[in-house]
Antibody
Framework: QLQLQESGSGLVKPSQTLSLTCAVSGDSISSGGYSWSWIRQPPGKGLVWIGYIYPSGSTDYNPSLKSRVTLSVDTSKNQFSLKLTSVTAADTAVYYC???????????WGQGTLVTVSS | QSVLTQPPSASGTPGQRVTISCSGSRSNLGSNTVHWYQQLPGTAPKLLIYTNNQRPSGVPDRFSGSKSGTSASLAISGLQSDDEADYYCAAWDDSLNGWVFGGGTKLAVL
């Protein structure tokens, strides 16, 4: 059974960089031709796709966040990561990592991790 | 403002059938398949319906989906109290080159 687990800082100061890592277990991140995404959900609001990365390192980002987002992948550790720069309170959200099959469904999700931006 | 449009709330009584709608545009629902997720309070979204009307293993056949043009709907029959959750539609968007979601529909079982 595939499992995804987010980790990283739960509290980030305004203007600093948010960093999260998603550890994948139960299968190789390199198998099956899947893309690996980050999705966030502000408190009480809906889901927003942030971007995805392939094991090759190929990426695509939501234009609304593109200037501040960098995704990376470490296939040797079976994990991928998110960096979001210059954060503000509007970036406070539960961040999920997930596996997707473009242009079809996102099928597996991590449990999510709450990141709060506050001084 | 979500790319896909859903009603913010829906409700029904136990045993009833309820439907939740999802409206999009040519670049998402008009070109690609729709998927539905169930999010119980405090948990991650769970894939409920994929590729318009397919159920993952373990999802009861009380849940069904359909799509026509740029609109889609999720139907839940034999409503149960455990079905109280937020439901989201999603699709690949060819213009965004990424996934888009509806704003979510909170289902109450009265």
């Amino acid at each position: 059974q595939l499992q995804l687990q987010e980790s990283g800082s739960g509290l980030v100061k305004p203007s600093q960089t948010l960093s999260l890592t998603c550890a994948v277990s139960g299968d190789s991140i390199s198998s099956g031709g899947y893309s690996w995404s980050w999705i966030r959900q502000p408190p009480g609001k809906g889901l927003v796709w942030i971007g995805y990365i392939y094991p090759s390192g190929s990426t695509d980002y939501n234009p609304s966040l593109k200037s501040r987002v960098t995704l990376s992948v470490d296939t040797s550790k079976n994990q991928f990561s998110l960096k979001l720069t210059s954060v503000t309170a509007a970036d406070t959200a539960v961040y999920y990592c997930a596996r997707g099959r473009r242009p079809y469904e996102i099928d597996y999700w991590g449990q999510g991790t709450l990141v709060t931006v506050s001084s | 403002q979500s790319v896909l449009t859903q009603p913010p709330s829906a409700s029904g009584t136990p045993g009833q059938r309820v439907t939740i709608s999802c409206s999009g545009s040519r670049s998402n629902l008009g070109s690609n398949t729709v998927h539905w997720y169930q999010q119980l309070p405090g948990t991650a979204p769970k894939l409920l319906i994929y590729t318009n009307n397919q159920r993952p293993s373990g999802v009861p056949d009380r849940f069904s989906g359909s799509k026509s043009g740029t609109s889609a709907s999720l139907a839940i029959s034999g409503l149960q109290s455990d079905d109280e959750a937020d439901y989201y539609c999603a699709a690949w968007d060819d213009s965004l080159n990424g996934w888009v979601f509806g704003g979510g529909t909170k289902l109450a079982v009265l």
